[in-house]
Each structure stands twice: as structure tokens, then as C-alpha cells.
């Protein structure tokens, strides 16, 4: 059983789980890139049930179902869920051991920065992936 556990720089903000991600995806879209500080989002999707945040987190929505968490001190973003579809999907930058990320594809590549190169034969999705109800 593999924990996925993490926090923020400043070690205010904590969170675990040991259930099995529902998937390991990188997003492109320009959201992402904005609220991440970064070229992509690559995040480990959980339900909301499985996972124990602790410290002081802020959020805001960057879409009416979409919010994004950030540590209240140091402003690490650390999650992004849909409360309507009960997931989280946790940011990889925020992991304690970032090697545990194990991606199964990329999507909204049509967004992807044109300098960033993928060449890790995942299957790659122009807009969203193909839905699964989260």
C-alpha cells in the first residue's frame, strides 16, 4: 500500500492517504498553468473521503465547480477539487516523495508551452480526457 503524503514549503499544511488514486494525470491548460506557477499541473487524483488535509489552507474556484487550495503562509498551492464529483487531485510538487507520481496521460495539450517537448509516449488528449464522471 503506497501513502502519498505532503505538505507546503513552510510545512503549515499537511496531508495523507494510503487509498489508490483514482489517476495520475498532467494537465497543460492555461488554468492550470497560472494557478500552478509552472508549464503543467501534474496531479494525483483521490476521493475526497480519502485524504486528511491539516493546517492553515486557503481556496478559491478558478471555475464555478473547480477549487484550488493553497497553504494560508507560504502559498503553495496544494490541491485542486470538485466537490460535486467528491475527488482531489493533489499537486506532485506537493509530495514528500515525488517519485511516487506514476502519470497515465496528458491532456489539454493544446495548451501545452510550444518550447516543452513531450516525449514520454503517454497518450495525449488536445482538450479534456475521456470522462469518467470526476
Known sequence: MTKFQGGCLC??????????????????CHECQKA???AFNARVLMRLEDVSVTG?????????????GYC???????FSRRVTAGVIGLTVGS??????????????????????????????YLEGPPSKGY
Open 95 to 124: 509530495l514528500d516523495d515525488a517519485s511516487l507520481f506514476n502519470p497515465d496521460m496528458h491532456f489539454w495539450v493544446s495548451s501545452r508551452q510550444p518550447w516543452l517537448e513531450i516525449a514520454d509516449g503517454l497518450p495525449q
Open 56 to 68: 492553515p489552507v486557503s481556496t478559491f474556484y478558478s471555475s464555478e465547480t473547480l477549487e484550488r
Open 36 to 38: 500552478i506557477g509552472a
Open 72 to 78: 494560508s503562509r507560504c502559498g503553495s498551492s496544494i
Open 11 to 28: 510545512g503549515a499544511v499537511r496531508y495523507e492517504t494510503t487509498a489508490e488514486p483514482l489517476n495520475q494525470r498532467v494537465c497543460h
